[in-house]
């Protein structure tokens, strides 16, 4: 297990960007490939994207439609998720994850958590 803490959230307005970071502690982060999941108020907890361990694969929803990228930087030990065109609906935590498998899209797939980062899109 790796220790996570995401920053980078904030308000924005519809159709302006963002960048989210998740920073992991440890030197075993290049074993493990990543995922960022977001949760909106009244709604479960959704898969996002994942990056392989070599950052060489990303995977993402189908709701992206284009508008996220996921890399990491392993010499750095962080992962980010790059966010264009937001729209309204986009408006939730946005949480990073390790994992032992690229393919899996569902959070009890996950092991180690970060706590999360609030991102609000207006108008």
């Known amino acids: 297990q790796v220790q996570l803490v995401e920053s980078g959230g904030g308000l924005v307005q519809a159709g302006g960007s963002l960048r989210l970071s998740c920073a992991a502690s440890g030197r075993t982060f290049s074993s493990y490939a990543m995922g960022w999941f977001r949760q909106a108020p009244g709604k479960e907890r959704e898969f996002v994207g994942a990056i392989s361990r070599t950052g060489s694969s990303t995977r993402y929803a189908e709701f992206v439609k284009g508008r996220f990228t996921i890399s990491r930087d392993n010499a750095k030990n962080t992962v980010y998720l790059r966010m264009n065109s937001l729209k309204p609906e986009d408006t939730a935590v946005y949480y990073c994850?390790?994992?032992?498998?690229?393919?899996?899209?569902?959070?009890?797939?996950?092991?180690?958590w970060g706590q999360g980062t609030q991102v609000t899109v207006s108008s």
């Open positions: 994850a390790a994992g032992f498998l690229f393919g899996a899209s569902t959070p009890i797939d996950f092991g180690s």
